[in-house]
């Protein structure tokens, strides 16, 4: 059975860092496409990052380029988001998810994506 597990969430404050983990059970993430979403308090979910599979090619939200890294390491079956320079509205539930297909893809479309985690909470606040 495919699982997505995400930990590493907590409250921080603005410009300190976190690391955000999603392991995966039952399915390879190496072999397909994942991506981290988020959902603020009182917003829809939004695209945040996405990893290819196979090739690894990642895409950002302009929001968060330059501050966060997406990275998966195939021998842990784990999803990363490495997330610096925190401010608070990067505060929100974040989901990560991956597709059951390779080949192309809209990275930051929901749709795309088979299975998704029940999310970790960030808050960012002084």
């Known amino acids: 059975q495919e699982q997505l597990v995400e930990s590493g969430g907590g409250l921080v404050q603005p410009g300190e860092s976190l690391r955000l983990s999603c392991k995966a059970s039952?399915?390879?993430?190496?072999?397909?496409?994942q991506a981290w979403f988020r959902q603020a308090p009182g917003k829809a979910r939004e695209p945040v990052s996405s990893?290819?599979?196979?090739?690894?090619?990642?895409y950002y939200a302009d929001s968060v380029k330059g501050r966060f890294t997406i990275s998966r390491d195939s021998a842990e079956n784990t999803v990363y988001l490495q997330m610096n320079s925190l401010k608070p509205e990067d505060t929100a539930v974040y989901f990560c998810?991956?597709?059951?297909?390779?080949?192309?893809?809209?990275?930051?479309?929901?749709?795309?994506?088979?299975?998704w985690g029940q999310g970790t909470e960030v808050t960012v606040s002084s």
């Open positions: 039952g399915i390879t993430l190496e072999a397909y496409h």
């Open positions: 998810a991956t597709t059951d297909a390779g080949g192309p893809y809209l990275w930051g479309v929901e749709v795309e994506y088979k299975y």
């Open positions: 990893i290819s599979g196979t090739a690894g090619r990642t």
